[in-house]
């Protein structure tokens, strides 16, 4: 699979489209502006403890406190808390040895918050999800520094590898690698993308990551909640560390800056992948080059068609999304059936697509074209489970419903992405109703009766030519030869093709538009 990133620096941010066989599937958005990304740590400080709801709220810096529930809290939350103390108040230029720190023991999972959080400390904290609405950021203290190969966890010894890894031989060598190179008080999960490196490539990842770990020790001396300690990467590399594989075939970026911190990164990280960054310095945009302007304006709307004359028509409400799917003209066979299972099975594709590329979140509710036959219905279901796979986002596809119901969840990390692809018609702003012909010729003729009996004369009316072949048909007993006899004025009309149907304006014996 052929895959690109095409990134469009602006001064009010950073746009990240994300393709696939040419595809869009994924469209980022980072304004420069922006604070508080996933992956972020920030210092916060203990605002309020909420014994009800097991959580508490914490000041990070944004508008409103930051919402940290117990089940958050990690069960090292004792030894994190001990960390940022002892981190805050250091006097050694270099820092303490981490590898000497003393763990903490583990908090109970059926513990209450005002046990742990008692006091109102300031704690370093990790930004699980973004604002959302009105609401602040969700916090977690389960602290975790991605890498490309693996993830370390801070304040305990565990090792684990993916279980996208079947490989039992490929699981146990990982894990022999790690266990060796780990250091003390430090956890690490192995990532799918370490299938098949070696013990070098590794180390050198996990060294990366526990520099990032002395820089945020340095960063909390002398700290006061509330402080950003650490930001996560940029988008864009981000994305690549999570997503860069073989198939990568093509990075396109329009900004010098991107370009060579990207050309850098990609050079650490795969640097028999370099050449596949390019610089893009045309004359038109890079989005509009690369055609994704074009399918942003035909894939964010209410209603997306499909290939085949079948169409979605996605609705959000404050609950859930709900996606309805249409046959509109498809016909593959006679069979009712064979024509509502290959509807189907086109529209699951495009419904896993727009979750990615709109970044859906919650509950998503799929009304599919009832089938009978219970095989189609558990085709449909692998098939809905297949195109959800390459989504990073977790989720869980349930079994289509006996009302032909589909239920997704889908997990929300940052604001669904939405683009207003309609605009407000200029002829009845939005209303959908526009003045009928009659009340408009009374419109008009009010105008010209109120201008010559304020002493305008030879004036000029401009109009929409449709309007204008209206006012003007017939030769004698035109409305426009009505009017001019009825006022006994000199009145002349033109058409002007960049006014829209209704509008109209009146100029005087000088060419300059009359205004009301």
């Known amino acids: 699979m052929n895959k690109e990133l095409i990134i469009n620096a602006s001064p009010s941010g950073v746009e990240i489209a994300f393709l696939e066989e040419k595809k869009l599937v994924e469209l980022h958005n980072e304004k420069s502006d922006a604070n508080f990304g996933v992956g972020d740590l920030y210092l916060g400080k203990v605002k309020k403890l909420i014994p009800g709801l097991n959580a508490a709220f914490i000041d990070v810096g944004f508008e409103k406190d930051a919402f940290l529930h117990y089940t958050d809290l990690s069960p090292y939350v004792k030894s994190l808390l001990k960390f940022t103390q002892m981190a805050i108040v250091d006097k050694d230029d270099n820092g303490f040895d981490f590898s000497k720190f003393n763990i903490e023991p583990e908090i109970v999972k059926t513990g ?215 046959s509109g003209y498809k016909s593959v066979s006679n069979s009712q059936e064979e024509n509502a299972l290959q509807t189907n099975l086109e529209a699951a594709e495009e419904i896993a697509r727009q979750l990615r590329l709109r970044d859906i979140g919650g509950i998503i509710v799929v009304d599919f074209i009832d089938m009978k036959l219970p095989d189609n219905r558990k085709q449909l279901q ?83 030519p449709i309007l204008y072949s209206h006012l003007t048909k017939g030769i004698f007993n035109s409305i426009f030869k009505r009017w001019k006899r009825k006022h006994k004025t000199k009145l002349s009309i033109e058409a002007n093709n960049n006014f829209h149907l209704i509008e109209f304006k009146f100029y005087d014996e000088n060419e300059e538009e009359i205004k009301f």
């Open 112 to 326: 209450k918050i005002n046990e742990v959080l008692n006091g109102k400390p300031s704690i370093l904290v990790q930004i699980l999800k973004e604002p959302i609405a009105a609401k602040g950021p969700r916090l977690s203290c389960e602290l975790s520094l991605p890498g490309r190969f693996i993830v370390v966890t801070p304040f305990n010894e565990i090792v684990a590898v993916s279980k996208k890894i079947h490989s039992g031989e490929e699981r146990k060598r990982l894990q022999k690698i790690v266990e060796s190179i780990r250091p003390k008080n430090f956890g690490v999960i192995v990532r799918t993308a370490a299938e098949g490196k070696s013990t070098a490539e590794i180390h050198q990842d996990l060294l990366s990551l526990i520099d990032t770990w002395n820089s945020i020790q340095a960063n909390l001396k002398n700290a006061v909640a509330p402080a950003k300690i650490l930001s996560e990467q940029n988008r864009a590399t981000s994305i690549l560390r999570d997503l860069l594989s073989a198939d990568f075939n093509r990075i396109v970026i329009n900004d010098k800056n991107i370009y060579n911190d990207t050309k850098s990164y990609i050079d650490k990280i795969a640097p028999d992948k370099t050449d596949i960054v390019s610089y893009h310095n045309g004359p038109l945009p890079i989005f509009d080059t690369y055609g994704v302007t074009k399918q942003v304006k035909s894939a964010f709307g209410k209603t997306v068609n499909l290939p085949s004359g079948a169409y979605l028509i996605i609705e959000h409400t404050e609950a859930l999304h709900v996606i309805d799917v249409n």
């Open 382 to 464: 692998e098939a809905m489970e297949k195109f959800m796979q390459t989504d990073r986002a977790k989720h869980a596809v349930l079994p289509i419903s006996k009302f032909g119901l589909m239920q997704l969840t889908r997990q929300r990390m940052r604001p669904e992405l939405s683009i207003n692809t309609s605009e407000v018609c200029p002829v009845c702003s939005g209303t959908g109703k526009i003045s009928s012909t009659l009340l408009l010729e009374d419109e008009i003729e009010k105008r010209l009766q109120y201008l010559i009996s304020h002493s305008h004369k030879n004036l000029m009316l401009m109009v929409h």
